[in-house]
């Protein structure tokens, strides 16, 4: 069998595996010489979020969204969603399944691509079997780093139904008639509104009482709304009790899968061409050979780990989310780079906030605590939420300016402890509390942050000034302390 050796081998070529490999050699040295790095991938090199995750999604949503606002601004004429050139625009952006491109990036970037199933079989040491059945041995001389994703759940009562995923919703082929959507998370509130664009009847089928469960209800409203508005059917409060489909069949990634689905649920019993199945997602640990380095699955995302090797992205049981699998990536990659000089990486001394856009309509951008979240952890909250209409820059973006946009401040240190932004412009308005947050600006400080008018992000002002006027001015100065810069 054949063996290679780098200093740093990332298993899965995921947006968190490509930055672990890319930060963990940038620059760096060691034996006087630049280090190495290798990516071992399976599949398609960009993993999950550039084939059937974050870029085929927003591919498909953007037109929609675009499409939407024709119809909602007075002086265009309305424009309407063309389902074939929707799909050949998603096609576009997944560069039709293939990912030469990414190779070319890591090769310029000077990272080795193994391509193959890796799995341990020892310390510092990965067996990847490739399609062809020929095994290599990898061996890492200083890192290992886990970049392996997540997949989607499937309860055992749904798996002969050989229900849709979100690789079936985002790469559809075949529109179904009917599909009946489970979960009633961000996959769910997301794909509705493409498959439902596309000329799918859509039924959504939510166990909890409200969508969109860790965001702030009135986000969860907002959206519940907007779906209905669009003909989408929302049960909520409805658990499946049973699942049966008619001749299932396995067609291919974004075809039917068989005959009808009957659903029988707490509501009624519900029958569809398709099922789509979104109730969340959990790290890719299984067949990784854990236990040949006395390791478990419960042990990555508990981050219990020996100093050889790290987890990013999915797979470590952090929020699911691209960005802060690159972030964590980024951070690891560089821990590595200044171990091997026998430096310690600077870093923030707590971790970053996580923000969050749903590409849902209304969209929904949050960041950091929720209210509740932050009463539960003992702050003591003043609450200001304004309609997110309420700035001209806003107002003008659309004829009907939807959704409530709210900040969490700790009234003791005037600091934000979280921010959730409904409508139009969101996912770019929550960026500013993301900023006051992790560079801990007051809010009377943050209201000298003078947004241009007339921008989306004049809404800071109006949700700063409709805090209580005393947060206007430091603490400091009701106490009669002397005055201070913050
Ligand atoms: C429909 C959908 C839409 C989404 N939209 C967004 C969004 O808009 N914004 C956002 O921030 N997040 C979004 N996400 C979440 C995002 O896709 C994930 O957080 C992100 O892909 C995680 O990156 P990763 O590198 O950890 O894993 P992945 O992207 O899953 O990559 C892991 C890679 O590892 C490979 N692999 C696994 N096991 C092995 C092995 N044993 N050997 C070799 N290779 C292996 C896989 O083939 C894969 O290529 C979305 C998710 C879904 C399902
Ligand atoms: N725009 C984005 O950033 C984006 C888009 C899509 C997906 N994602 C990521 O992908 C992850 C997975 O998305 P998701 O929508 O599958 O999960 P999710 O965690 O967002 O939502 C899961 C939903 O399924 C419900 N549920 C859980 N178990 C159930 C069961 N057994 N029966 C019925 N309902 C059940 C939950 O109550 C919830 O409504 C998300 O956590 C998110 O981080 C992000």
């Known amino acids: ?71 909602d601004l007075q002086g265009v004429s309305t424009a309407h969603v063309a389902a074939k050139a929707l799909l050949e625009r998603r096609d576009y952006w997944v560069s039709h399944y293939d990912d030469s491109g990414q190779e070319t990036w890591a090769d310029g970037a000077g990272i080795g691509v193994v391509r193959g199933d890796g799995r341990l079989v020892g310390e510092r040491t990965i067996r990847v079997t490739s399609t062809s059945g020929d095994d290599v041995e990898v061996r890492a001389r200083r890192a290992v780093v886990i970049a392996t994703g997540s997949a989607a759940l499937v309860p055992e009562m749904y798996a002969d139904a050989l229900p849709w995923d979100s690789r ?110 979104s109730i969340g997602r959990a790290p890719r640990l299984d067949d990784l050979g854990l236990s040949s380095v006395g390791l478990t699955a419960d042990d990555v995302t508990a981050g219990r780990l020996p100093e050889w090797l790290h987890a990013v992205g999915d797979a470590s049981g952090g929020p699911p989310l691209t960005h802060w699998g690159k972030h964590q990536a980024r951070v690891v990659g560089a821990r590595i780079a200044a171990a091997a000089s026998g430096e310690v990486a600077w870093e923030p001394d ?47 973006l659309r004829d009907t300016v939807v959704g409530e946009s709210q900040i969490v401040v700790d009234a003791t240190t005037r600091l934000l402890l979280g921010a959730t932004f409904v ?16 560079g801990d600006v007051p809010v009377h400080v943050l209201r000298h942050a003078v947004a241009s008018y007339p921008t989306a992000a004049e809404l800071w002002l109006r949700l700063l000034e409709d805090l209580p006027r005393s947060f206007r001015t430091p603490p400091a100065m009701e106490t009669g302390q002397p005055r201070s810069r913050r």
């Open 1 to 71: 069998m054949e063996t290679v050796e780098y200093d740093v081998v990332v298993i899965g070529g995921g947006p968190a595996g490509e930055n672990a490999a890319q930060y963990a050699v940038e620059g760096a040295q060691v034996d006087g010489r630049p280090m190495t790095s290798a990516i071992i991938e399976r599949e398609l090199l960009g993993g999950e979020c550039s084939y059937w995750a974050c870029m085929p999604s927003k591919a498909l949503l953007r037109p929609i969204a675009v499409a939407d606002v024709t119809g």
């Open 350 to 396: 707590r971790e970053a906030p996580v923000p969050q856009v749903v590409f849902s309509d209304p969209e929904v951008a949050s960041v950091g605590m929720t209210e509740a979240e932050a009463r539960d952890a003992g702050h003591d909250v003043v609450v200001s939420r304004v309609p997110t209409s309420a700035a001209a820059g806003t107002g003008l």
């Open 168 to 277: 079936d919703a985002t790469g559809v082929v075949e529109v179904p008639d009917r599909l009946v959507v489970v979960g009633g998370g961000v996959v769910a509130c997301e794909a509705a509104i493409w498959m439902s664009a596309l000329g799918s009847e859509v039924t959504l089928v939510v166990r909890d009482r409200r969508l969109l469960g860790r965001t702030e209800p009135f986000a969860g409203e907002a959206v519940l709304a907007g779906l209905r508005e669009r003909g989408i059917t929302v049960h909520l409060g409805t658990e499946v009790s049973d699942v049966r489909r008619d001749a299932p069949e396995a067609t291919g990634i974004g075809k039917v899968h068989g005959g009808a689905v009957t659903l029988t649920t707490s509501a009624d019993e519900l029958v569809a061409d398709e099922l789509l199945l």
């Open 423 to 438: 409508g139009v412009e969101a996912g770019e308005l929550v960026h500013a509390a993301t900023v006051a947050i992790v």
